[in-house]
């Protein structure tokens, strides 16, 4: 996860600790080490090297305390020693006069400091306890800046995760100048859409002078007709030639279309829903738990190495022979996908525009555990493991009322998190928007996230 975001700002390598070489350091702009793996013994060479200070350092986790112990003088270098793990509860980490959250099911705990000497050392952020207390979160001296947890567990649309996408810019583009960006995506557009809906909104818009991105589903499914009275449907976009005309018209307005999938579900069955497009997914195999919630099982049954590919070609071609050029930019239905999916999109477009799985074993090269995944967003734009640029889509959607065990959210929760972003300092407010809502919505989450200082632009100028 830190190697997608690391992307951001040039090429990197990743590799265990074990097999650090000693100058490997010196040999490289700055290094990010994760304590993943609680007192893993950490070799001399590399605690070495980062005790000489030619580069920048930033360490986020454990195993801190064999920095200190191979430095006596580490207190009086650096201005502060690691104490232990604080495990009480927090939910808050201020940082840079801003607020972000962290989850209240977060129990790992956070590296606390025993001390801090203002004169050598700077608290950058602080955790914030339930009882208004705090303690230090980020703390940087000398070339070294810490964070005293994994950042990654738990993240949300406004956590700390944003803090450490902050810090690496201080590692790796000190000199970047503040800047605020903002995209928005009109969402889950396909063949029985109604056409008045897609040009209100663009006319909008274009009206206001935003570009915007369009996610088109060009073949619309529901085998089983779960969603017409029973009655089984299959409409491809160039059999709903007014569909076809309002993305011409989007497309005038300053659209750029995005491919979402080729038809948004599975015709082997539920899944997990009721295999209806824009219900169900397409490239990864889901069951309903009884709760109500979501069990991601790994990769369909299909998903040889070229059933990926096959769909997404079919997808271009659902587009081509409606009238309409291939879209550069895909992003997967439900922002789930296997790993051959992934990389099939890969070879297929420049460009994904979304959230994105990410699987044990891409970066060790074993074999890839698809149970064992995690999702990721990220506030800038990334070059991630899979080889694809990926645009940001980091605030979530406008959803007025709860959606299949979704929770509801107004443009104010939009918003909220577009004001947390704000501590990146040349980072993104992007969302999407379904069309079909009451176009008031829009205009209300488009008016609050430029009132913070955001400017909008195209996905096709980045």
């Not at 990743?14 to 702009?29: C, F, H, I």
Request: without cysteine; proline residues 7%; aromatic residues 12%.
């Amino acid at each position: 996860m830190a190697a997608n975001l690391v992307s951001h700002f040039g090429r990197w390598s990743a590799k265990p600790v074990q097999e650090y070489r000693a100058g490997d350091l010196v040999r490289s702009t700055a290094v990010v080490y994760l304590g993943s793996t609680y007192d893993e013994r950490l070799p001399a060479r590399f605690l070495r090297d980062v005790l000489a200070g030619q580069r920048p350092v930033l360490w986020a986790g454990a195993n801190i305390w064999q920095l200190q112990r191979q430095a006596p003088d580490f207190g009086g270098r650096y201005g502060w020693i690691p104490d232990r793990l604080d495990r009480s509860p927090v939910e808050e980490v201020r940082y840079k006069g801003r607020v972000l959250t962290r989850s209240a099911a977060n129990e790992g705990g956070i590296m606390k400091p025993a001390f801090v000497l203002r004169s050598r050392a700077t608290v950058l952020a602080r955790a914030v306890r339930r009882d208004g207390s705090s303690f230090p979160w980020a703390i940087r001296s000398r070339n070294l800046t810490y964070v005293g947890e994994l950042p990654f567990p738990y993240a949300s649309e406004t956590d700390r995760v944003l803090a450490f996408a902050d810090l690496l810019f201080d590692a790796l583009a000190p000199r970047t100048s503040e800047r605020h960006r903002a995209l928005v995506r009109l969402e889950d557009i396909d063949p029985l859409s109604d056409p008045q809906d897609l040009r209100d909104a663009a006319a909008y818009l274009h009206a206001e002078r935003i570009p915007f991105g369009f996610g088109v589903v060009p073949r619309y499914r529901d085998p089983t007709g779960g969603e017409n009275g029973g009655e089984p449907q299959d409409v491809r976009l160039r059999d709903a030639p007014e569909v076809v005309a309002a993305i011409k018209y989007l497309q005038r307005m300053g659209g750029v279309l995005v491919d979402h999938g080729y038809t948004h579900q599975w015709d082997g069955g539920h899944n997990p829903y009721n295999g209806a497009t824009g219900d169900d997914f397409e490239f990864f195999r889901v069951v309903e738990t009884k709760a109500g919630g979501l069990r991601y099982e790994g990769a369909l049954p299909d998903d040889t190495s070229s059933w990926p590919d096959r769909r997404l070609a079919l997808a271009i071609g659902e587009f081509e022979a409606a009238g309409l050029r291939a879209p550069r930019i895909v992003e997967f239905p439900h922002y789930a996908a296997s790993a051959a999916a992934y990389k099939a999109a890969a070879r297929r477009f420049p460009v994904r525009w979304e959230r994105s799985f990410y699987f044990s074993g891409l970066l060790s090269g074993k074999d890839v555990e698809e149970r064992h995944l995690t999702p990721q967003f990220f506030p800038f734009v990334v070059r991630d493991v899979y080889g694809n640029k990926v645009l940001p889509e980091n605030l979530g959607a406008v959803t007025p009322e709860r959606w299949r065990g979704n929770p509801s959210r107004d443009p104010n929760d939009v918003i909220r998190a577009a004001r947390a972003n704000l501590v990146v300092r040349d980072g993104f407010a992007s969302f999407f928007f379904h069309p079909f809502l009451d176009l008031r919505l829009l205009q209300r989450t488009i008016s609050g996230i430029r009132a913070l200082g955001y400017t909008f632009v195209s996905p096709a100028s980045l």
